[in-house]
């Protein structure tokens, strides 16, 4: 079991900047892989970032790639996602998720991720 909490969202303008946080809780971090995802209003949640356990791989979504970068640090339990040239489109609930299974890999598919946190609103305003 573990638990992950977001931090890190807030309001800011198009072209700037946000790092989120994602905290993980227990002694088995690295043995996840570890995925970000997003939900906007009325929309599907939809996968943006991943990183394997051994952070030998990441995968983005077309519409983040040369923007987001996905990181992790091991020794403090934590993934991040670095997001620059934010647009209005980004703007969404954005949640990080653990796959204790099939942890070499980065998976897109939502349902293969075994742990969520809460989420962290992203708001980028025109």
């Known amino acids: 079991q573990v638990q992950l909490v977001e931090s890190g969202g807030g309001l800011v303008q198009t072209g700037d900047s946000l790092r989120l946080s994602c905290a993980a809780s227990?002694?088995?971090?690295?043995?996840?892989?570890m995925g970000w995802f997003r939900q906007a209003p009325g929309k599907e949640r939809e996968f943006v970032a991943g990183?394997?356990?051994?952070?030998?791989?990441?995968r983005y979504a077309d519409s983040v790639k040369g923007r987001f970068t996905i990181s992790r640090d091991n020794a403090k339990n934590t993934v991040y996602l670095r997001m620059n040239s934010l647009k209005p489109e980004d703007t969404a609930v954005y949640y990080c998720?653990?796959?204790?299974?099939?942890?070499?890999?980065?998976?897109?598919?939502?349902?293969?991720?075994?742990?969520w946190g809460q989420g962290t609103q992203v708001t980028v305003s025109s």
């Open positions: 998720a653990a796959d204790a299974v099939d942890s070499w890999v980065v998976t897109t598919t939502e349902t293969l991720y075994d742990y």
């Open positions: 227990g002694r088995t971090f690295t043995r996840y892989a």
């Open positions: 990183i394997s356990r051994g952070a030998g791989t990441t």
